[in-house]
T-cell receptor
Framework: NAGVTQTPKFQVLKTGQSMTLQCAQD?????MYWYRQDPGMGLRLIYY???????DKGEVPNGYNVSRLNKREFSLRLESAAPSQTSVYFC????????????FGPGTRLTVL | QQPVQSPQAVILREGEDAVINCSSS?????VHWYRQKHGEAPVFLMI?????EQKGHEKISASFNEKKQQSSLYLTASQLSYSGTYFCGTSNSGNTPLVFGKGTRLSVIA
């Protein structure tokens, strides 16, 4: 089992460019999450999906959109990248959000110039 | 609301003990603990649930005071491999996503 996979691992964008971060899990989890991690800020939730077909905003959703394509896949889109979106992005999955452990992908390091 | 972790950083010598604390201003259903090594993804350590249930690694111990909305992670006889940043995440129900603290950086030196 691969667990949680993310692509790409690294990306450099220019301000205003768009891109989609891909995430997939093979653990049959209902819940999936996108976090961003900035130095000294911990992990902040961008969006989450409690089940296939549903998505909800987290703490820092502005500038992002998500799609829960199916039970396995959850993508994060930046429509018009800004330097403030320079960060490390982690995707995670779990059973019930507050009851089960989360499994994290390896992360995507994004730089916006 | 983001839980508060303390201390922000701690340096230990091998074999020493440490306690990391996590506190919330809201009533909690669960507290989760994760460890992240530099350049890697967070890894699950333990879940403490309201009512006393615990899930996680046998060699990790933690407590959860439901009345005070506080949890503590106990690291005993520390090893070099314990180094990393420890995060607590809190939830107020079984269906509510976690809110993570800012982390505690632990460095174990020989």
């Amino acid at each position: 089992n691969a667990g949680v996979t993310q692509t790409p691992k690294f990306q450099v964008l220019k301000t205003g460019q768009s891109m989609t971060l891909q995430c997939a899990q093979d653990m049959n989890h209902n819940s999936m999450y996108w976090y961003r991690q900035d130095p000294g800020m911990g992990l902040r939730l961008i969006y989450y999906s409690a089940s296939e077909g549903t998505t909800d905003k987290g703490e820092v959703p502005n500038g992002y959109n998500v799609s829960r394509l199916n039970k396995r896949e959850f993508s994060l889109r930046l429509e018009s990248a800004a330097p403030s979106q320079t960060s490390v992005y982690f995707c995670a999955s779990s059973g019930l959000a507050g009851y089960n452990e989360q499994f994290f992908g390896p992360g995507t390091r994004l730089t916006v110039l | 609301q983001q839980p508060v972790q303390s201390p922000q950083a701690v340096i230990l010598r091998e074999g020493e003990d440490a306690v990391i604390n996590c506190s919330s201003s809201k009533a909690l259903y669960s507290v989760h603990w994760y460890r992240q090594k530099h350049g890697e993804a967070p890894v699950f350590l333990m879940i403490l649930l309201k009512g006393g249930e615990q899930k996680g690694h046998e060699k990790i111990s933690a407590s959860f005071n439901e009345k005070k909305q506080q949890s503590s992670l106990y690291l005993t006889a520390s090893q070099l491999s314990y180094s990393g940043t420890y995060f607590c995440g809190t939830s107020n129900s079984g269906n509510t996503p976690l809110v993570f603290g800012k982390g505690t950086r632990l460095s174990v030196i020989a």
